[in-house]
């Protein structure tokens, strides 16, 4: 997508190999018209796949996914962080290990407000080594609700995340793809 890739190139600022801070535009504050574009582009490619309901993570997904959500005409499902394991039978609960930060938290979705009748649409920010993806899979399928693709604004093409999602059939359509990171320097893919 255009219009993300430039303000990537322009206002990303890549601290080393792997990190990518997007903090002026996307994770710390957010620009409205670029998130609506985002929104409807999201649309656009996946309208006609029958999505039901989008599902993002907390909290950098939450803004993206809801002009998704919006442009599609559908409600918006946020997956919670949270560290406790206290269990509860009217959650869905799964543990994801964040890579980037080190750590762990549980993934939890209440279970009365998604059934084996919704198609979802997975958005979030960033995809990397593909852990909160993969969790946030796990939790839609033990609602034995179906999945109609990934969304991802960010990808970082050179991390495992897309390999280990598309091994397992899954269709992602990230709107910009970075090929490599270093201090100072964002190189994209052709799309
Ligand atoms: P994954 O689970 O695919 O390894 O990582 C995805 C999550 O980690 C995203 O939801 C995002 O919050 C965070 N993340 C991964 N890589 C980056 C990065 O380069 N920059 C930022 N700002 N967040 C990242």
Redesign the pocket.
């Known amino acids: 997508m255009k219009l993300l890739e430039e303000r990537v190139l322009k206002e990303g600022n890549a601290l080393n190999e ?5 903090d002026g535009f996307i ?1 710390h504050q957010i620009d409205p018209e670029l998130m609506q574009a985002i929104g409807e582009d999201f649309a656009e490619h996946f309208k006609d796949s029958g999505i039901t309901k989008i599902v993002t ?1 907390e909290s ?2 939450i803004a993206p996914a809801l002009m998704t959500a919006h442009a599609m005409h559908v409600p918006l499902l946020i997956l919670k962080k949270s560290p406790s394991k206290v269990l509860n039978e009217n959650m869905y609960q799964t543990i994801v290990t ?3 930060k080190g750590t762990s938290y549980e993934l939890t979705l209440a279970s009365h407000l998604i059934s084996e009748r919704d198609h979802v649409l997975i958005i ?10 993969t969790g946030a899979i796990r939790l839609i399928r033990k609602a034995h609700a179906t999945i109609a693709g990934v969304g991802i604004l960010i990808e ?1 093409s050179f991390q495992p ?1 897309r390999a280990k999602l598309e091994e397992q059939g899954f269709s992602i359509y990230s709107q910009v793809r970075i090929t490599k990171l270093d201090q100072g320097v964002i190189e994209l893919m052709e799309q």
């Open positions: 792997n990190i990518l801070k997007v994770n993570i950098s997904g964040s890579y980037t979030d920010d960033f995809l990397a080594n593909g852990e909160a993806a970082k995340g």
